[in-house]
């Protein structure tokens, strides 16, 4: 076999194998949704994530429970800390969560931080957050496993 032969067979198996380790490393996930109602779908995420029969796998970087403070700055700034941990912000957006501002905030600011954001419906008939009209966003109508998954790995 020519040098030239294995130099290039030698550099496509390195590109393989980064392309690999690539799509197998854990993302970093903000999940931003509004009430109890869409905190079940999160929990259903984390339980893909550790059911072996699943390719899921991500670092909850989300907030989870309420910051405890009045202090709305110290708020928006422990949820930034999360944001800026993130590489995708995945908003659940179930029947009010278009009218939230909290969650039109932390959009707005995961825009700022120009962070990959997914928007997951649970219903295709629910409105999207209004921070996000007019912007090119990944859409999902329907909370559909393959389809979540296949866009979170596209991150």
């Not at 796998?57 to 009045?70: P, R, Y």
Request: glycine share 2%.
């Amino acid at each position: 076999m020519s040098s030239k032969l294995k130099y290039f067979l030698s550099i496509i198996g390195i590109s393989l194998t980064s392309y690999y380790l690539y799509r197998k490393r854990k993302r970093k996930i903000f999940v931003s949704y509004h009430s109890k109602k869409e905190a079940k779908y999160k929990n259903i995420l984390k339980a893909w994530q550790k059911n072996s029969n699943f390719d899921l796998d991500f670092h909850d970087k989300s907030v989870g429970i309420s910051i405890n403070t009045n202090n709305e700055s110290r708020i928006k700034a422990g949820i930034t800390k999360k944001l800026n941990e993130s590489n995708l912000v995945l908003c659940i957006v179930g029947k009010e969560t278009h009218k939230r501002p909290m969650v039109n905030w932390e959009l707005q600011k995961a825009k700022e931080l120009q962070k990959k954001i997914l928007i997951v419906k649970t219903n295709s008939k629910y409105k999207s957050p209004t921070c996000l009209l007019n912007s090119n966003f990944i859409i999902l109508n329907s909370f559909k496993k393959e389809e979540i998954i296949k866009e979170i790995y596209k991150s």
